[in-house]
């Protein structure tokens, strides 16, 4: 069974400064999907980046990037230049390809703190 | 094009009772998935529908159920509630049909509370 790990409850970050929130999951699997979703207070899950397991590149969305490590099992998302709109809880989820196993798999979750 | 919707928003039950809450999808995306949230087991996949047919099964008791009509909506039923049903309860819209890499749109979520 396919497992996700977010190792961090709780980090912090000064306004405008640069943050790692990091990720590592157990499979077999050689095709995958792996997502960060972010919670703010709203509760509303809100999909931040995604990444497909079969390419090499690292997904950038503005702001939002990964450091996807295949090899490592590793993925973990960069924040750069803070703003107080990122403070939520933010999960690493897990998606296998295919429709047998189409759940999606939370990691606990990381609360990210902005100060002003 | 409008998000997802989930009604009620909050809903406050005692224990023995039964519950129903919807869930009403992104225009065009065919399937939905319900996950439940609660702080000691964070978020846990309930089931998910496609085209009025449950596709994927999480491990949950029978006494968690749903069904999806014609037009995508879903409800999902708990029957003879307890005490640790009391949870945020998150319905996801998606295609259904890009596998993987198909991204699941949440809505608001029915926070569950059970006395």
């Given at each position: ?5 977010q190792?961090q ?20 699997e ?16 809100i ?42 809880m ?18 606990a ?8 | ?31 939905v ?17 496609f085209?009025?047919?449950q ?6 008791p029978?006494r ?50 059970v006395?």
């Amino acid at each position: 069974a396919q497992t996700v790990t977010q190792s961090q409850p709780e980090m912090s970050v000064q306004e405008a400064e640069t943050v790692t929130l990091s990720c590592t999951y157990d499979t077999s699997e050689s095709d995958y999907y792996l997502f960060w979703y972010k919670q703010p207070p709203s509760r509303q899950m809100i999909l931040v980046i995604r990444q497909e397991a079969y390419k090499q590149q690292n997904a950038t969305e503005n702001r939002f990037s990964v450091n996807f490590q295949k090899a490592a099992k590793s993925f973990s998302l960069k924040i750069s230049d803070s703003q107080l709109g990122d403070a939520a809880m933010y999960f690493c989820a897990y998606r296998s390809e295919g429709w047998s196993n189409y759940q999606l798999i939370w990691g606990a979750g990381t609360k990210l703190i902005i100060k002003p | 094009k409008a998000g997802v919707t989930q009604t009620p928003r909050y809903l406050i039950k005692t224990r023995g009772q039964q519950v129903t809450l919807s869930c009403s999808p992104i225009s065009g995306h065919r399937s939905v998935s319900w996950y439940q949230q609660t702080p000691g087991q964070g978020l846990q996949f309930l089931f998910e529908y496609f085209s009025e047919t449950q596709r994927n099964k999480g491990n949950f008791p029978g006494r968690f159920s749903g069904r999806q009509f014609s037009n995508s909506r879903s409800e999902m039923n708990v029957s003879t509630l307890e005490l640790g049903d009391s949870a945020l309860y998150l319905c996801a819209s998606s295609s259904g049909l890009a596998g993987g890499s198909d991204t699941q749109y949440f809505g608001p979520g029915t926070r569950l509370t059970v006395l």
